[in-house]
T-cell receptor
Framework: DAGVTQSPTHLIKTRGQHVTLRCSPI?????VSWYQQVLGQGPQFIFQ???????GRGNFPDRFSARQFPNYSSELNVNALLLGDSALYLC??????????????FGEGSRLTVL | AQKITQTQPGMFVQEKEAVTLDCTYD???????LFWYKQPSSGEMIFLIY??????QNATEGRYSLNFQKARKSANLVISASQLGDSAMYFC?????????????FGAGTRLFVKA
């Protein structure tokens, strides 16, 4: 079975541009979460979606937005890119939303460099 | 306030010895889950072990065990018989309960170095 897939794997943008990152969860998983991981730090929670609805949002500016589609895939959009947005963006999926639904399954990430 | 605290930025351990990575957490939920993940230099996040807040026994998975002390709100990872391949970043994470929206949050991590 395919794991969580993310695209693109690497991308370079300049300040002020916009970026869209994509994520396909494991088949049957209805929850998708996005994380930003700056080099040397832990993943920071950005968004959580479940059944196409936003169910959680971390402490990120409105330049960050996301959505989940009927097939449970998801997009993360970042507008007006800043140098500080350079990071590894991780997508994770899980079957459901509750405490006992098991671990998050992560994709390999999209490494964004903003010049 | 930080909800997951890992106080050891870096740890060294001799090959074949055991090592404990510390993690404390803070939550007002009665139901929550605790996880440990490993992140090698390749960047992938590898799930290691899970402990539910209502589990009475400490979780074990092969060489990994989770020392869960609920009253102290600690969930330390113990790796027995360390191997060179254990060198990586290790993250403690908590899935919050209903009050926290069931989101999973991570600590800052501990970098483990295994010496030959």
């Amino acid at each position: 079975d395919a794991g969580v897939t993310q695209s693109p794997t690497h991308l370079i943008k300049t300040r002020g541009q916009h970026v869209t990152l994509r994520c396909s969860p494991i088949s049957g998983h209805k929850s998708v979460s996005w994380y930003q991981q700056v080099l040397g730090q832990g993943p920071q929670f950005i968004f959580q979606y479940y059944e196409k609805e936003e169910r959680g949002r971390g402490n990120f500016p409105d330049r960050f937005s996301a959505r989940q589609f009927p097939n449970y895939s998801s997009e993360l959009n970042v507008n007006a890119l800043l140098l500080g947005d350079s990071a590894l963006y991780l997508c994770a999926s899980s079957p459901g939303l509750g405490v006992g639904t098991g671990e998050l399954f992560f994709g390999e990430g999209s490494r964004l460099t903003v010049l | 306030a930080q909800k997951i605290t890992q106080t050891q930025p870096g740890m060294f351990v001799q090959e074949k010895e055991a090592v404990t990575l510390d993690c404390t957490y803070d939550t007002s939920d009665q139901s929550y889950g605790l996880f440990w993940y490993k992140q090698p230099s390749s960047g992938e996040m590898i799930f290691l072990i899970y402990q539910g807040s209502y589990d009475e026994q400490n979780a074990t998975e092969g060489r990994y065990s989770l020392n869960f002390q609920k009253a102290r709100k600690s969930a330390n990872l113990v790796i027995s018989a360390s191997q060179l391949g254990d060198s990586a970043m290790y993250f403690c994470a908590m899935r919050e309960g209903r009050a926290g929206g069931f989101k999973t949050i991570f600590g800052a991590g501990t970098r483990l170095f295994v010496k030959a």
